[in-house]
Nanobody, 119 residues
């Protein structure tokens, strides 16, 4: 059974920082892909950051490049999203996702954690 549990969301003023955490269990794939997505009402889900998997480098959405960083602690099966210089447009529900790799990074989803950025 795969479970992804996000935490770390909250409210912050523009220019502030937050760190989101995703604790994964049941991920036994030799290769895996883990990523962060976000979604706001009326918009499609947007890829925010994809962790490196040994074959590819970390990837970031254009709107967050230079501000967000994805990091992994494999010993704890945890993926982090460090968010700096937050902007109001970063307000969204943030989801952790995982897949077996090979382009599949969203076979499983967490329940999401809300991030709200005020100006």
């Amino acid at each position: 059974q795969v479970q992804l549990v996000e935490s770390g969301g909250g409210s912050v003023q523009a220019g502030g920082s937050l760190r989101l955490s995703c604790v994964a269990s049941g991920l036994f794939w030799n290769r895996r892909c883990m990523a962060w997505f976000r979604q706001t009402p009326g918009k499609e889900r947007e890829m925010v950051a994809t962790a490196p998997d040994g074959e590819s480098r970390a990837k970031y959405g254009d709107s967050v490049k230079g501000r967000f960083t994805i990091a992994q602690d494999n010993s704890r099966n945890t993926v982090y999203l460090h968010m700096n210089d937050l902007k109001p447009e970063d307000t969204a529900m943030y989801y952790c996702a995982a897949g077996p790799g090979g382009g599949s990074c969203s076979a499983y989803w967490g329940q999401g954690t809300q991030v709200t950025v005020s100006s």
